[in-house]
């Protein structure tokens, strides 16, 4: 007999980058690390579990600006560029590591890795990461949520309702471009809820969302079954919350799996281990060194120490890893069933990079705990749809303001290291809204061509992600140029449309390099009621 239900939920996200101009930029490959090293062996070991028989359900959130960039033949183009640059590496290192026993069978390992990864790239998912996305989902195995449109912390966003109101507007337009249908959840940017946000969910067809544990915990009225049952807001969407138990399982470096010792030390790659002589052309040509993947030590143990990393050792770590929490999920749904009046409910959500970068065993041990669940059938692995299918009655409460950044609120995305973007970003999306009424007749297909970039650029420096990484102090260069760029972009394009002089060159230069959502129209700022 089912007795309860675990929710995995894996948040897919990268900002938006895209620099036409060169044949290699840095931050191009966050993208190319998470295709390789996340997408891709998830989506392998989901085949494997559907080609084997195994049944199972799965919640991703994929953001527009990662659907956007997935679909994109330019980085798409690169992305080949950057396998055949790490296979041509493979062959190097079988020939430095001749003869060492423990290093050339991991040169083979990863040269035979990057040479699968293209071919099931190229091969199953036909190019396009997202066709496996729509693969499993028209399977009924997959269910893919949206985010906001540029990842935008919303409650920051919230003195202008409208812009709130077109980061979830562009994001559903987004998801029935790249997947054919309208959502139905969203995984909140950064899991950030504020009082009255439900209502612009709901009217946008939003029937559920992901939040962080103590928005439930502390609503109005209090939540019965705290995290363990999902609850209506006032204006109908529902609210599934995080459950710290299982989340510390695999968050946590220190006490959960990601700090085993057999698994493979992230931090030690050969871009950095070796000579500049030697591994020059598979790093940043300025002569920055990069991560190539080529990681040869396991974890080990704290200390500069590292062993040589044993695959076959850390795969059968996975195994373990995987029953032991299927039992600790039994065991937590057993005693939660004696305290309540239906079958409880764990929501995990982790960061979908989690498994594969920063965890290199993660996709494996998903696949495993996947086969431990439909083996013992003590529990069921769902959907939020597909729960609240079955249970379509649930509280209604009004949940707290909050993040599932540090702290639980808002301090990580306004503080001292970037508060200074919030009043270009608040002036953006009034001009964006003023100018989208006052030419809402506008037929000159130039002036819309510069209303419509002005759109783009507005979005884009609201994404969330340039606040984190600054207050992170990761990437922050990278990340205060790229708001800077979208702010003095929106305020060039702001100029031609006021003194009537449209620099055609410019605007097809920002129309190349930041070519989000080829969609858009910038009347979607207007008031719809004028």
């Not at 191009?28 to 062996?41: G, K, M, N, Q, S």
């Not at 249970?391 to 301090?411: L, M």
Request: with cysteine.
């Amino acid at each position: 007999m089912i007795e309860g239900y675990w929710i995995p939920v894996l948040h897919s996200h990268l900002p938006f980058v895209k620099h036409p101009k060169y044949d290699y930029f840095l931050e191009e490959h966050w993208l190319f690390e998470a295709i390789t090293e996340c997408y891709i062996p998830l989506l392998g070991n989901l085949k494997k579990l559907n080609d084997e028989g195994v049944d199972f359900r799965l919640t991703v959130s994929i953001t527009p600006p990662l659907a956007e960039m997935l679909a994109d033949e330019h980085l798409t183009k690169k992305y080949l560029a950057y396998l055949d640059r790490l296979i041509e590496l493979g062959g190097k290192e079988i020939k430095r590591t001749k003869g060492d026993e423990e290093f050339e069978p991991l040169a083979h390992y990863y040269k035979n890795l990057f040479e699968q990864s293209k071919e099931f790239f190229l091969g199953f998912l036909g190019g396009n990461v997202l066709s496996g996305y729509r693969f499993f989902s028209d399977l009924g195995k997959l269910e893919i949520i949206t985010c906001g449109a540029t990842h935008g912390f919303l409650p920051l966003m919230s003195v202008n309702k409208r812009a709130v109101e077109v980061q979830i507007e562009v994001a559903v337009e987004s998801h029935k471009k790249h997947f054919g249908k309208a959502p139905k959840g969203i995984w909140l940017p950064e899991c950030a809820f504020y009082d009255g946000l439900d209502e612009i969910l709901k009217s946008n067809g939003i029937d559920f969302f992901v939040v962080d544990s103590h928005a439930l915990i502390y609503s109005k009225p209090t939540a019965n079954y705290g995290v363990y049952a999902p609850a209506y807001t006032p204006h109908l969407s529902c609210a599934f919350a995080r459950d710290n138990e299982s989340a510390k399982q695999v968050w946590s470096s220190k006490e959960g799996y990601p700090g085993d010792v057999n698994y493979r030390d992230f931090y030690r790659d050969i871009g950095y281990d070796l000579k500049k002589s030697y591994i020059k052309d598979y790093i940043n040509p300025d002569g920055v060194r990069v991560f190539t993947g080529y990681k040869y030590h396991k974890i080990t143990g704290e200390g500069d120490h590292k062993e040589a990393y044993k695959p076959l050792t850390a795969k059968k770590k996975t195994v373990i890893h995987a029953k032991n929490f299927h039992h600790n999920r039994q065991k937590q749904i057993e005693n939660l069933a004696k305290q309540m009046d239906r079958p409880p409910m764990i929501l995990s959500p982790y960061d979908a990079e989690l498994f594969g970068h920063w965890w290199f065993e993660g996709p494996e041990f998903l696949y495993h705990l996947f086969k431990e669940i439909d083996e013992h059938k003590v529990f069921k692995v769902t959907t939020p749809k597909e729960y609240l299918e079955m249970f379509p009655t649930n509280q209604q409460v009004n949940p707290q303001p909050s993040s599932w950044g540090d702290g639980g609120y808002y301090d990580v995305w306004l503080n001292p290291t970037n508060d200074w973007i919030y009043r270009h970003l608040h002036q953006m999306a009034d001009v964006m809204c003023k100018f989208a009424n006052r030419y809402k007749s506008e037929k000159n297909r130039l002036r819309c061509g510069v209303l419509n970039q002005m759109a783009r650029e507005l979005l884009l420096a609201q994404s969330s992600d340039w606040a984190f990484l600054m207050t992170t102090g990761t990437a922050v260069e990278y990340s205060t140029k790229r708001t800077k760029e979208h702010i003095s972009n929106f305020n060039l394009l702001q100029k031609m449309i006021e003194e009537n002089e449209i620099d055609e060159e410019k605007l097809k230069t920002m129309e190349i390099k930041n070519s989000i959502f080829d969609f858009l129209d910038f009347r979607i700022y207007g008031d719809m009621s004028l």
